[in-house]
């Protein structure tokens, strides 16, 4: 069984910051790419940033310069660092993790979403 939890979500003003955490637990072999993804109520989720093992980084343009993604193998762990945050940023954030059970199974994890409000 492997569980993706995430937290850090809350309200913020505008052009404040946020620290989201997500936090990978139970049976694997190891961690592939972990992503943060969003989803605002009446549009598709998106994605907002990923990363690989190997510490390669990828944004959105929306959040380029604003939100930085990282990660620590030993406890994975991958972290969103989002600052200067506008109201467009509201939505509900969610953890992915591509989770390699056993040499040939990978699966891609979901965590249950943390709430983001950034109000004006």
């Known amino acids: 069984q492997v569980q993706v939890v995430e937290s850090g979500g809350g309200l913020v003003q505008a052009g404040g910051s946020l620290r989201l955490s997500c936090a990978a637990s139970?049976?694997?072999?190891?961690?592939?790419?972990m992503g943060w993804y969003r989803q605002a109520p009446g549009n598709q989720r998106e994605m907002v940033a990923t990363?690989?093992?190997?510490?390669?980084?990828n944004y959105a343009d929306s959040v380029k310069g604003r939100f930085t993604i990282s990660r620590d193998n030993a406890k994975n762990t991958v972290y969103l660092q989002m600052n200067s945050l506008n109201l467009e940023d509201t939505a509900v954030y969610y953890c992915?993790?591509?989770?390699?059970?056993?040499?040939?199974?990978?699966?891609?994890?979901w965590g249950r979403g943390t709430q983001v409000t950034v109000s004006s």
């Open positions: 139970g049976s694997f072999l190891r961690i592939n790419t």
């Open positions: 992915s993790a591509d989770v390699r059970r056993t040499v040939i199974d990978t699966i891609k994890y």
């Open positions: 990363i690989t093992r190997d510490s390669i980084t």
